[in-house]
T-cell receptor
């Protein structure tokens, strides 16, 4: 089976840095997605990691360790608009299109 | 404008009354998928399609059907809806079977209530 764990909620201060962790256990791992979802809206794509290491995209970075089954999303220079849920999702082979999502981490950015 | 559209956006129906939620994308994407999102459970994949006439089950396919007769459309069919299918449904599409996962575009969602 598949298991994806991430914290349910986090709070951080505007201008700060926050790291949202995701651990997973799955067979046939292909890669790991991060999505952002504002309340009442559809998820929007942030990143997809296939290889180990850190990938940076502006204020957002995503890290993957395949051997440890671990990923994190790093958000720098937090802004109030970053208040949202952040969804970790795993892409699996044997059905490359099968994607399993974690429950999501609700991030609240406070002034 | 490149987009995924879903209709209806909101629907209240009764148990057993067949319904279809339409999904259409204008990006010529090969891959399309349906998800449901429930509090405390996150997004769960119902069905996906890798191309026309090619569909497969996701993690929670029971009670749902799909079809992919045209590349742009991927309707979700509930033959006999039940209250446990009350949920927020998202359709999504992405270009295809890239070596790296491509950006998946989500539709705006359909909030379904089955009484």
């Amino acid at each position: 089976g598949q298991n994806i764990d991430q914290p349910t909620e986090m709070t951080a201060t505007e201008g700060a840095i926050v790291q949202i962790n995701c651990t997973y256990q799955t067979s046939g791992f292909n890669g790991l997605f991060w999505y952002q979802q504002h309340a009442g809206e559809a998820p929007t794509f942030l990143s997809y990691n296939v290889l180990d290491g850190l990938e940076e995209k502006g204020r957002f970075s995503s890290f993957l360790s395949r051997s440890k089954g671990y990923s994190y999303l790093l958000l720098k220079e937090l802004q109030m608009k970053d208040s949202a849920s952040y969804l970790c999702a795993v892409s699996r082979s044997g059905g490359y299109q099968k994607v399993t999502f974690g429950i999501g981490t609700k991030l609240q950015v406070i002034p | 404008e490149a987009q995924v559209t879903q209709n209806p956006r909101y629907l209240i129906t009764v148990t057993g009354k067949k319904l279809t939620v339409t999904c259409s994308q204008n990006m010529n994407h090969e891959y399309m998928s349906w998800y449901r999102q429930d509090p405390g459970l996150g997004l769960r994949q119902i069905y996906y399609s890798m191309n026309v006439e090619v569909t497969d089950k996701g993690d929670v396919p029971e009670g749902y059907k799909v079809s992919r007769k045209e590349k742009r459309n991927f309707p979700l069919i509930l033959e006999s809806p039940s209250p446990n299918q009350t949920s927020l449904y998202f359709c999504a599409s992405r270009p295809g079977l890239a070596p790296r996962g491509d950006e998946q575009f989500f539709g705006p969602g359909t909030r379904l209530t089955v009484l």
